[in-house]
């Protein structure tokens, strides 16, 4: 009787490390993509059957470490994940130095603040305050965006020297909405605009119905250290609000975020 029993709590235990494994699976293919992946691919990187893949799914869901995404189907990282990971270092300060700012401006412009940093050729969030408003923005803390496809990402590319940036249009543009930038010239417009004034509006460029404006945050040196990003649906953003105006007002909130703080 003894023997059966520990061997039943042997293969309790098995089964424990074997779901924690599986878990782990999970969110190591989650976190090697950008955006969003499918339940089949899920399914392909991690080996595991799709019944099993759903109930972990499912239950990660809940804890708010996995969300479901855009497309039917698909999954991407949730909020927890990235709080979970925890900010390094340098983005705590960058953070904490932003958020004050950041919420003076979602209560001025009643819109989705983001914050991002550069990430390769990708813009990644690291915190994002959101407005009021019934029909919001999703959180995208934690995700990396390429470049071409956001008005953050467009500051990155402006900052980006005439090799780095052809070395960028060497590879094909993907488009995530009508309005993505996916052949060089359209990119290269849009890139210099951003260079003559220090500002970025994309329409439609990351999705469908999601319009966004951008500005850089600099280190007294001029280093490009991070972007504020307003996004908010294309039905009412801009809107009626003078863009010149609204550029004006993101461009001293980041400059009053690197006085703020030494970052």
Not at 249 to 254: K, P
């Amino acid at each position: 009787m003894e023997q059966s029993t520990d061997q039943a709590k042997g293969g309790q235990t098995r089964m424990g490390i074997q779901v924690v494994e599986r878990t782990f699976a999970v969110l190591d293919a989650l976190s090697g993509t950008d955006g969003e992946i499918r339940l089949g691919e899920l399914a392909v990187r991690t080996t595991l059957p799709k019944s099993t893949l759903s109930r972990i799914l499912a239950t990660l869901a809940d804890l708010d470490v996995v969300a479901r995404g855009a497309a039917d189907g698909s999954y991407r990282l949730g909020p927890r994940a990235r709080l979970l990971a925890g900010p390094g270092p340098f983005e705590e300060v960058l953070v904490r130095a932003a958020r004050p700012e950041l919420r003076r401006l979602v209560a001025d412009l009643d819109e989705d603040l983001g914050l991002g940093v550069p990430d390769g050729h990708h813009v990644r969030y690291v915190d994002q305050v959101r407005s009021h408003r019934p029909v919001r923005i999703r959180d995208y803390v934690g995700e990396r965006m390429p470049a071409h496809t956001t008005a953050a990402g467009l500051i990155l590319l402006a900052d980006l020297d005439e090799e780095e940036f052809a070395a960028y249009l060497s590879h094909p543009l993907d488009a995530y909405g009508p309005g993505t930038p996916i052949d060089a010239q359209a990119l290269g417009a849009a890139v210099d605009e951003v260079r003559n004034t220090g500002r970025a509006w994309t329409f439609e460029a990351w999705a469908d119905g999601i319009n966004g404006a951008a500005v850089g945050i600099r280190s007294a040196t001029g280093q490009l250290l991070a972007v504020i990003n307003v996004f908010g649906p294309s039905y009412r953003f801009p809107g009626d609000r003078d863009r010149g105006q609204l550029g004006a007002r993101l461009a001293a909130a980041a400059d009053e975020i690197t006085h703020r703080q030494t970052i």
